[in-house]
């Protein structure tokens, strides 16, 4: 009875075991959610500070007693801050637009002239006498630009850009004093001749590179060139103008920053596509 009882005990477990063994049923696997990354382009906002390092190229006027043009003996253009702002968007990783307005504050200009010293009195009608010069100016550059972001390297987006557009320069009224050059204490009484302001066609060069300081936030340090075609500067009195300028190169030290409008990447949730339910495997 009892070795029956073990054998009837025996047969159950090894028919348990072999029929475990016929039918698995894989656990099913879990997949990882998707995540899609947003691109940093989009609108932004810049401002910026610059030092120019002003070069006029020179100025000349007309001589009313014979009506020749003459170039100023000398010419010379203080430097001054910048200060400008404008709207933008980065088209991708590597390519960004925008439309800036810049202003250079009023800079001062002093030439002089070389001449006869026809109101210094009769003792010195005949002997050669200096005219000094002197104005400013004052600037509105409005650019339309764009540039090449290279490549970033840690926080540092080194760049390349270009612009053209017009410069607004605006003369102030230029006043002239002729002394004797024998005697610095005789001069003629001073002119006045009207300042003029032109549209002139400019073009510009830049290079920098941007800073991240925040996922919304680049700070900007560069160097931009202007080149401002010449124009009109002052207007005719006494027998003397009207004259003009021939242009400027501004050289330019600038920082500033830009402000992106979504410019934080953000990460959304893509669901996995739907995965049939596996079926049992029968070995």
Known sequence: MMKTLIGAVAALLVGTSAFSADLYTPEPVQQAPEVAV???????????VGYAFTDLRGANYFQGSNSNMHDFDSAKLDD?????GGVGY?????????????YLFKSDFNGSTKGNCGGCGPDFSSVAATSHDKTSLTAYSLLANAYVDIGTYGI????VGAGLGGTYVKWDKLKNTSCSDADSSSCDSTVTHNGRGSWRFTYALM?????DLTCNLKADVGY????VEGGDMFGYAENGGPGYDKGLNLHEARVGARYMFGGCQTASYMPPADIPAQQPVYK
Request: proline share 2%; aromatic share 16%.
């Open 38 to 48: 947003s691109q940093s382009n989009g609108w932004y906002l810049r401002g910026d």
């Open 80 to 84: 001054n801050f910048t200060l400008g």
């Open 90 to 102: 980065q088209v991708n990783n590597y390519l960004r637009t925008d439309v800036t307005l810049d």
């Open 156 to 159: 540092f987006t080194p760049y």
């Open 207 to 211: 290079a920098g590179t941007s800073i």
């Open 224 to 227: 931009r060139f202007r080149h």
